[in-house]
Each structure stands twice: as C-alpha cells, then as structure tokens.
C-alpha cells in the first residue's frame, strides 16, 4: 500500500531537487543539485511522515505518534522520482513520500537549529527614521498593507498606524484586524482620560516611567493598542518607548551577572483594588527562549511587590532592577514620539516599554483609546498572511514573549 506525505504546510518553493541520497542505516544522505549536501536521521524522516494513515500535525488530525517509531527504524529502500519527490519504503511494508522543498528546508536543521529563528532589529533613539508607518484604509481594506505592519510588529516590536477616525469603533474596526482583542477586567477597550480621581496612574497628568503593561499577570497583554483621539498641548505628554531587547542586550554586555539574576531569579508583580480583583504573578523580568536568547521582558517599577528572596541574594536583586530602571530612563534608549489625533501606535508590550513624559491637565484634556491583543493571534496572523506574501518567512521562530 502507497502512502504520499503531503505536507501541505511547507510550500515548495526551492528549484534544489535531490540528485542522489544515500541509506546509511541511522541517517539518510541528500545530495541536490545545486550543490546542497545533508543528513537527515531516519528516526526523524519516519515521524515526518504525513500520509493519510500517519496524518497531519498541522491541523492535528495526526495518528501517529513518537513512541510509534522505534529506535531501530531503517528504510528497505529509498528513490528518487522523475519529478523530484524522494519515496522511502521502510522495512515494516510503509512507504512515505517527501517533496523536494521539504526536504531542502530540514536537511541540516538537526546542525543548524538557529537557522530557522527570527532575530529582531533593535533599535533606540533612532527610531524615527525606521518606525512604519501605515494608513487605517489601507490596513483595514489591504491584506497585504496588513501584512507589511506586521512584519514591522515582528522586526521593530512597534508601528504607527495614521488616519484612524476618532470614533470609537474605529479602534476594534483596526485592532481586530491583527487578532482578537482580548477582554479583561477593564472591559475591551480602555479610555485613559486624565481626570483628578484617577483610579491607576495612566489617568493621571504625572510622567510615567517606561514599563510594559500589567506584568502582574500570568500571561501580560501581547500586543498594544493606543489611539490617540485628543493628545496634551505642546511638548507636554510626549511619549517615551524603549525596545526591551535593545536595553536587555546592553545590560547582557555590560552588567552579565545583573542581567543573569534577572532571567533566573522570580520577580513578583501585583495588582490590588480591594474586593475586586488581586493579580500577583511571580516571573523572570527577562524571559530567554532555547538558544538563550531574549525572547520577552516584564517590568513595571510601580507594580513591583515587596520582593522574596533569601536574605544574601536580595540587595544584588535590587541593584539588577535598579540598573534595568536606570536603563530604561537613559534619554539614549529612549524613542520619543508626541501622538497626535488619528495616530495609532500599536507595540509588542512584552518587548517595547512605553511611558511619557508629564503634562498639564489643566491645559489639555489626554483622551487615548487602548485595547490589547494576545501575542500568538498576532504572530498567527503574521504566519498566515506570510503563507501568501513571503512564504519564505512563514516557518521562523519568532520571539514568544514573556513567559513565566
Ligand atoms: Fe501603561
């Protein structure tokens, strides 16, 4: 019985086609015929199968399992067909069949892993030249205006978006292209008007630290909506953003044994309005993913709960959140942008910081719309839109934010 492995997700692309592969028992050896050489295990080729009988792990009708390949797996026989597709007969009676593209894309990988992981441009000061920006018609009505902002969310952690209506429909009618909102205790979407009784201090008219937002839940907002519908006068309320990773690289350079505290050590976030809600969520500041590298940052100074740690590791706790502060408030760091009606920036708040600077509520009245996204309906939109428009990038790693 014949078996075709379909892997419909791997779009086949790569003109490489195997030229000739070699069973060497515990691996198989592929040469293409542009000159790419590789190894594949067999025990990984096996489970890679996607037959109608093995199934499909993208949409997760799948049948079979790891425990299902045993150690021992060898291939009877392996050939190359006319059009380039590689049958392998294994030596139970199954036959798997894999495309070139597919092939081409994972041979090496088991040497290369970081291969296929994103790496993000991180930026400072000098933002302004590079910030994209794009128009609310186009977003809303052009998928592939939307996929560009996205790929700007997945490079720069931040975009603008211009011409949004102040209505405030507007705000879902725009966010809700790049995933759903997520709901909380504030409701979907959240006024922040200045206001003398203000109940957290986005209300209020005092300049605000950079932070990212609400890292005292588990899984803090992904992605940030601000729409500006009436901004301060002057210079005053000027936003203040600062890339994450850029300052955690710095700190990596410059403070390692601070920066390491930050990624093993648990800090606790909290947030009480008593008889209504208490979050408390204890989490590494800086988040690293397998390969060590900066995958997510929580910090918010103001929500920074009476730490717990053993009386010897504390100060040196302190002394790390204190340069991370003293980072984050350097003006070098710092990307200033004062919002004006019909701007939109939307930033990856658990990699960009945002704050800005004081204003004079008796002078202007501050009214920003915001809503948040969560980060994988974000990233699942970049992905699919990517299958369309730069299939290329579709399968990278990207950063997976702060995990706990
Ligand atoms: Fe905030």
Known sequence: MLHTSKHPTVVDH?????????????????????????RLSMRWL?????????????????????????ADIRAASIEISSGGETSVAWQDGHVSRFTAGFLAAHVGSGGDADARRFSPVLWSDDLTEELGRFVFDAVVEDDETLFRSLRALR?????????????????????????????TSYGKVFDLISRPE???????????IPHTDE????????????????????????????????????????????????TRHGVTFHREHAGEVFFSAEAHVISLDA?????????????????????????????????????????????????????????????????????????????LRSCNLDRDGVHSAFRALARRFAPDEAETVLYQGAIL
């Open 14 to 38: 790569s003109p490489a086609k195997p030229r000739s592969v070699r069973n060497e028992g515990t691996r198989v050896a592929i040469e293409f015929d542009d000159g790419k050489t590789g």
């Open 198 to 208: 203000a109940r957290v201090a986005g209300e209020t008219a005092r300049a605000q």
């Open 46 to 70: 096996r489970l890679a199968c996607e037959c109608e009988a093995c199934g499909d792990t993208a949409s997760g009708k799948r049948w079979l399992t790891p425990a299902d390949v045993p």
């Open 155 to 183: 490079d720069h952690g931040i975009a603008m978006l211009t011409g949004v209506p102040a209505e405030p429909e507007a705000t879902l009618r725009v966010a809700g292209r790049y995933g759903p909102v997520r709901e």
């Open 215 to 262: 890292p005292f839940r588990y899984s803090p907002p992904g992605f940030i909506f601000f729409h500006a519908i009436r901004t301060g006068a002057g210079s005053d309320g000027t936003s203040l953003m600062v890339d994450g990773f850029h300052v955690a690289t710095l700190m990596r350079r410059d403070k390692p044994e601070l920066f390491d505290l930050l």
């Open 291 to 367: 390969s060590g590298a900066v995958t997510g940052i929580r910090y918010n100074d103001r929500c920074l709960a009476p730490q717990i740690a053993i009386i010897d590791e504390i100060d040196g706790l302190i002394e790390a959140l204190a340069e991370l502060t003293r980072l984050i408030c350097d003006p070098a760091n710092q990307f200033r942008h004062q919002l004006q009606p019909g701007e939109v920036l939307v930033f990856d708040n658990q990699r960009v910081l945002h704050g800005r600077t004081a204003f004079d509520p008796t002078l202007a009245v501050r009214h």
